[in-house]
T-cell receptor, first 118, second 112 residues
Framework: AQKITQTQPGMFVQEKEAVTLDCTYD???????LFWYKQPSSGEMIFLIY??????QNATEGRYSLNFQKARKSANLVISASQLGDSAMYFC???????????????FGQGTILTVHP | DSGVTQTPKHLITATGQRVTLRCSPR?????VYWYQQSLDQGLQFLIQ???????AKGNILERFSAQQFPDLHSELNLSSLELGDSALYFC???????????FGSGTRLTVV
């Protein structure tokens, strides 16, 4: 079974500063995929970034980067130059991979509420 | 628009009633997943369909059922509704290959 743990119920950051949202995972699978999603107050789930377990480089997507430490089973999200619009709930999730492709259900963490102050 | 369409967006119904939530996946995606998001349980996987067949089941109650039709749209049926079924229900779709899971905007169900 897969498990995702997000230990920060809430985080605060000043606008234009960087912030790290923590995510640790547990799985017996050798091949898996890790995701981060953003859920603003409107409720939709917005895909941010993906990391495959065999990817050697940390994933980056614009202001988002994923700090992947496989031995520690952590997949922290780093948001650089925070903006007011980044205020939202953030979910870490994982799934199985096979042949480099993610498939199957997503297992989510409990989420972290990020508040960006002006 | 994510490409995954969920209807209705909001639903208010009474305890004991039955409702149907509908999901049209992104064009070309064969897999449909249903998730329930509630304050106490977080985001929980309910069920997955792939090309019309049930592929995986999660924490789905016996009062709930789903199906995927030949045109690949899916419906989640919730019956004998209880107050605790009030939640945001998401549908997501994915292609067989690739790492893209696309979520719909969700159906917010309120049971009164």
């Amino acid at each position: 079974a897969q498990k995702i743990t997000q230990t920060q119920p809430g985080m605060f950051v000043q606008e234009k500063e960087a912030v790290t949202l923590d995510c640790t995972y547990d799985t017996s699978d050798q091949s898996y995929g890790l995701f981060w999603y953003k859920q603003p107050s409107s409720g939709e789930m917005i895909f941010l970034i993906y990391q495959g377990s065999y990817d050697e480089q940390n994933a980056t997507e614009g202001r988002y980067s994923l700090n992947f430490q496989k031995a520690r089973k952590s997949a922290n999200l780093v948001i650089s130059a925070s903006q007011l619009g980044d205020s939202a709930m953030y979910f870490c999730a994982m799934t199985y991979n096979a042949g480099g492709t993610s498939y199957g259900k997503l297992t989510f963490g409990q989420g972290t509420i990020l508040t960006v102050h002006p | 628009d994510s490409g995954v369409t969920q209807t209705p967006k909001h639903l208010i119904t009474a305890t004991g009633q039955r409702v149907t939530l509908r999901c049209s996946p992104r064009s070309g995606d064969l897999s449909v997943y249903w998730y329930q998001q509630s304050l106490d349980q977080g985001l929980q996987f309910l069920i997955q369909y792939y090309n019309g067949e049930e592929r995986a089941k999660g924490n789905i109650l016996e009062r709930f059922s789903a199906q995927q039709f030949p045109d690949l749209h899916s419906e989640l049926n919730l019956s004998s509704l209880e107050l605790g079924d009030s939640a945001l229900y998401f549908c997501a779709s994915s292609a067989w290959t690739g790492n893209g899971y696309t979520f719909g905007s969700g159906t917010r169900l309120t049971v009164v």
